[in-house]
T-cell receptor, first 115, second 115 residues
Framework: AQKITQTQPGMFVQEKEAVTLDCTYD???????LFWYKQPSSGEMIFLIY??????QNATEGRYSLNFQKARKSANLVISASQLGDSAMYFC????????????FGKGTRLHILP | DTGVSQNPRHKITKRGQNVTFRCDPI?????LYWYRQTLGQGPEFLTY????????KSRLLSDRFSAERPKGSFSTLEIQRTEQGDSAMYLC?????????????FGSGTQLSVL
């Protein structure tokens, strides 16, 4: 079974609109962390945002925020005021601290920002 | 801090040959990961190290794959008797466990093409 599920293989969004990228995860570990990475066409992996399972507040980093719904096991990435440079692959990742402590990735969502 | 360095950037080999890739993590990072990524997919976990100890190797990985991190610094990934299905980008990432969100820092990868 998939531990990280990203159900949107591709999305098209108009520039300056907000966009939500979905991520659901599966774990029974009480202590875990969730990450989002961006991979532009250049191939580099860029860290965007992190949410710990015990964090009380949703994480925010500039235009990025993480909509963390623990009961639903959902960790959606919200990008406000999208820009052309946001066009990239986006990956959700999880670390289960007590189980095996490794970081695994979802299959990703390709985001296209339209001018 | 020069970032995570991977060599070579590209490797073209004939089926059946052995190849070895090297990863130099950020100094003082105690955890190192190897991932494999094919076009349009997320990074697939291969193995990871805590200092020089290999913590886990993916069960999906055949015995042709081996990795070492002999002194807890650089790491090598060897693929013996390469097959065309091994063609992929091999990514190395490092982090320091114990400092909060422990985000991964990625190298630029080694692109392997097996002819």
């Amino acid at each position: 079974a998939q531990k990280i599920t990203q159900t949107q293989p591709g999305m098209f969004v108009q520039e300056k609109e907000a966009v939500t990228l979905d991520c659901t995860y599966d774990t029974s570990d009480p202590s875990y962390g969730l990450f989002w990475y961006k991979q532009p066409s250049s191939g580099e992996m860029i860290f965007l945002i992190y949410q710990g399972s015990y964090d009380q507040q949703n994480a925010t980093e500039g235009r990025y925020s993480l909509n963390f719904q623990k009961a639903r096991k959902s960790a959606n990435l919200v990008i406000s005021a999208s820009q052309l440079g946001d066009s990239a692959m986006y990956f959700c990742a999880m670390r289960e601290r007590e189980r095996d402590d490794k970081i695994i990735f979802g299959k990703g969502t390709r985001l296209h920002i339209l001018p | 801090d020069t970032g995570v360095s991977q060599n070579p950037r590209h490797k073209i080999t004939k089926r059946g040959q052995n190849v070895t890739f090297r990863c130099d993590p950020i100094s003082e990072h105690n955890r190192l990961y190897w991932y494999r990524q094919t076009l349009g997919q997320g990074p697939e976990f291969l193995t990871y190290f805590q200092n020089e100890a290999q913590l886990e190797k993916s069960r999906l990985l055949s015995d042709r794959f081996s990795a070492e991190r002999p002194k807890g610094s650089f790491s090598t990934l060897e693929i013996q008797r390469t097959e065309q299905g091994d063609s992929a980008m091999y990514l190395c990432a490092s982090t320091h466990v114990g400092e909060g969100n422990e985000k991964l820092f990625f190298g630029s990868g080694t692109q392997l093409s097996v002819l």
